[in-house]
C-alpha cells in the first residue's frame, strides 16, 4: 500500500521553528517528486515547496522562500520541511504529496499522486 505520512506539527510561537517529515511507503522515491501543500482555513490549498530526489532540484513558494528549507533522506525514503522565522499566516494544516510533475520550478506540485493525511501548523502571536 502507497502511504505518506506526515509528523512534526505543533502550536508554536510566531519567530519560531518547527520540522515537518513525511515519510513514504510503499513507493520508489525516486519516481517521484514530492510536494508540501498547506491549507488555511476559508482558504485553497496552495503548493509550498517540492523536491525531487533524483536530482535535488527544489522549489519555493514566494511566500515561504529563505524561511523554509525542503530536504530529502533518500535512505529513509522521508521529506523533510524545515521552517523558521513562522508567522502567524503560515497557519494551516501541511500537506505532503507524491507527485510525477516536472523537475524544476513548480511544476514538481502539479500531477498528484498520493496524498498524507495532513499535520496542523498552528503560529501563534
Known amino acids: 500500500e502507497v502511504q505518506l505520512v506526515e509528523s512534526g506539527g505543533a502550536l508554536v510561537q510566531a519567530g519560531g521553528s518547527l520540522r515537518l517529515s513525511c515519510a513514504a511507503f510503499?513507493?520508489?522515491?525516486?519516481?517521484?517528486?514530492i510536494g508540501w501543500f498547506r491549507q488555511a482555513p476559508g482558504k485553497e490549498r496552495e503548493g509550498v515547496s517540492c523536491?525531487?530526489?533524483?536530482?535535488?532540484?527544489?522549489y519555493y513558494a514566494d511566500s515561504v522562500k529563505g524561511r523554509f528549507t525542503i530536504s530529502s533522506d533518500n535512505a529513509k525514503n522521508t521529506v523533510y520541511l524545515q521552517m523558521n522565522s513562522l508567522k502567524p499566516e503560515d497557519t494551516a494544516v501541511y500537506y505532503c504529496?507524491?507527485?510525477?510533475?516536472?523537475?524544476?520550478?513548480?511544476?514538481?506540485?502539479?500531477?498528484?499522486?498520493?496524498w498524507g493525511q495532513g499535520t496542523l501548523v498552528t503560529v501563534s502571536l
Open positions: 510503499g513507493l520508489t522515491f525516486n519516481d517521484y517528486r
Open positions: 523536491i525531487s530526489s533524483s536530482d535535488d532540484s527544489t
Open positions: 504529496a507524491a507527485t510525477i510533475g516536472g523537475l524544476y520550478g513548480s511544476s514538481c506540485l502539479s500531477l498528484v499522486e498520493v
